[in-house]
């Protein structure tokens, strides 16, 4: 469970470890100066407070960005309930007759003044789908513009290109369903570059040792977007009509730009009123990490295993959560007979509890490496199987809790909070291994890990047929099975050092 001792590992990695250490962490190991492991002395971090600080700022600002582009992607599934005529709907109703009915039968008035249109549920998936479609192309453009050129106003107009496209989702939906398909496409395009810009501009700024919280307290805005979104939408929708989701969230995704370009750098060099204290901080802890090479090793990066490990354990991770996403609510409205869109807290209680799980497991990852001495892989790898075997239990068990509507909520919250784990672990494994092309891998891998989310749902309406608990029991268990393998490969072939081709001398390792 211990770092190795730091330096290269007998393959000619480079260890991460060998980084400066947070205030009051454990003494260097005999025999190795102080100096080598603190980039600038003991006092490095001292002088480099984390309140105020730029790289803090930096992620707060990014959980913003995250929290409004996924309010942006999910505002769409909950305004479509009142964006379709219901007796269009009740045509191919397919609920099962297995449970008694949930719901409350009893009407109560609201607000239907928005526009219907006759869409069936062939029809509605498309629409839903379609986002992913635009989603899948630019990943590896993404995380290679972003290597180039910086990722700050990469991320910026692509949040700020999918605010405005929401914007006219009214004007596109009266078009037609077609102008829809192609306007959420488009959407899936601006918000494909996000993630990768993020990782590229924390390759800049994260300070190994500080990694897993900072980057687990910027992406855990897109779980408080989805908590906050989900109800939010749904008191739109009832209160008011469903265009002004869509008018809401635009227009802060596009307040969100202005602060984000006015405030944020790429680098801490060009920041502007970064302290001198916590610039050297953070380049000297990064020092030994990031390769100059003008050209980006693609032979090497796609021949390295360890990324191989990131992106069956990334694929993984999200068959599952895409089946909690889109399937469980499914289930529960078709089989439990409980439509989870009836309330949207409880729909959204999942996420907020992956959401304190992400913050939660950035501090403690980061607690065990600097406190604890614990290695980078084995905070990575530990953190994975927990975020991917839980999840699965839990989905399986889904399944065999017959008409139990509370239980189903129950697995459900547990299931999607214990998934917050991965957050720091493999999830951020791209800053460990080559925080030069870190953009580049999560392209990478978050390209293989969106096709779940376009081929999962479609898997399993073709195993369901009867729509019985024994038939959706089978797709259960496939994502299980494939979460459990990819929490397995992961642990078998993830690595926490950086890689000897992502350094500038790389080559000359392999002469």
């Not at 309930?81 to 007759?97: E, G, H, P, W």
């Not at 395009?189 to 501009?201: D, K, N, Q, R």
């Not at 989310?453 to 797709?475: D, F, Y």
């Amino acid at each position: 469970m211990r770092s190795p001792v730091p330096g290269q590992s007998p393959d000619g990695e480079l260890v991460s470890d060998s980084t400066p250490l947070l205030q009051g962490a454990p003494q260097a190991e005999a025999g190795e100066p102080r100096s080598d492991r603190s980039g600038g002395g003991p006092s490095a971090r001292a002088l480099a407070p984390v309140c105020c600080s730029a790289r803090y700022n930096l992620a707060v600002l990014a959980f913003f960005g995250f929290f409004v582009l996924y309010a942006l992607r999910v505002n769409l599934s909950v305004a479509l309930v009142d964006m379709v005529d219901s007796n269009t709907t009740l045509a191919n109703n397919r609920t099962s007759k297995e449970c008694a009915e949930h719901s409350a039968s009893n009407k109560v008035f609201r607000n239907q003044t928005g526009k219907r249109y006759k869409w069936d549920a062939e029809t509605q998936g498309w629409i839903l789908g379609s986002f992913f479609y635009g989603y899948i192309i630019t990943q590896i453009p993404g995380g290679y513009v972003a290597s180039k050129v910086g990722g700050k106003l990469l991320l910026g107009f692509g949040i700020l290109g999918t605010a405005v496209f929401t914007l006219f989702t009214p004007i596109a939906a009266d078009i037609g369903v077609g102008a829809l398909i192609v306007l959420r496409a488009l959407e899936g395009l601006g918000e494909g570059v996000t993630f990768p810009a993020m990782h590229a501009m924390w390759s800049s700024w994260a300070p190994p040792l500080e990694r897993s919280k900072l980057l687990s307290i910027s992406y855990a805005g897109a779980q408080l977007g989805t908590v906050i979104s989900l109800p939010l939408s749904g008191l739109i929708c009832f209160y008011m009509n469903w265009t002004y989701v869509f008018y809401l969230f635009g227009i802060v995704g596009i307040i969100w730009f202005v602060l984000w370009i006015w405030l944020v750098s790429n680098t801490p060099e060009t920041h502007t009123t970064i302290s001198h204290q916590e610039k050297e901080y953070i380049l000297s802890s990064l020092k030994n990490q990031l390769s100059s090479q003008k050209s980006v090793p693609w032979i090497s990066m796609l021949k390295s295993l360890p990324l191989w490990a990131i992106v069956v354990a990334h694929f993984s991770y999200n068959w599952t959560f895409y089946t909690l996403l889109t399937l469980l609510p499914t289930y529960m409205k078709e089989i439990l007979r409980f439509n989870v869109q009836e309330n949207g807290i409880l729909s959204a209680v999942p996420y907020f509890g992956c959401w304190l799980c992400m913050i939660m497991s950035g501090q403690v990852a980061d607690y065990l490496r600097a406190k604890w001495n614990f290695s980078t892989v084995c905070v990575r790898k530990v953190f994975s199987l927990i975020g991917m075997i839980g999840p699965a239990v839990f989905l399986v068990a889904a399944g065999y809790i017959g008409c139990d509507y509370s239980l189903a909520v129950a697995f459900l919250t547990i299931s999607t909070t214990l998934g917050g784990f991965c957050s720091s672990g493999f999830s951020i494994n791209h800053l460990d291994i080559a925080p030069s092309y870190a953009g580049i891998l999560l392209g990478i891998t978050n390209t293989f890990a969106t096709i779940p989310g376009m081929v999962g749902p479609v898997i399993a309406k073709s195993l369901t047929p009867e729509n019985t608990i024994r038939e959706w029991q089978t797709v259960f268990w496939i994502a299980a099975a494939i979460d459990v393998f990819g929490a397995i490969f992961f642990t078998l072939f993830g690595k926490g050092e950086v890689q000897n081709w992502a350094l500038d001398d790389h080559h000359g390792h392999r002469h």
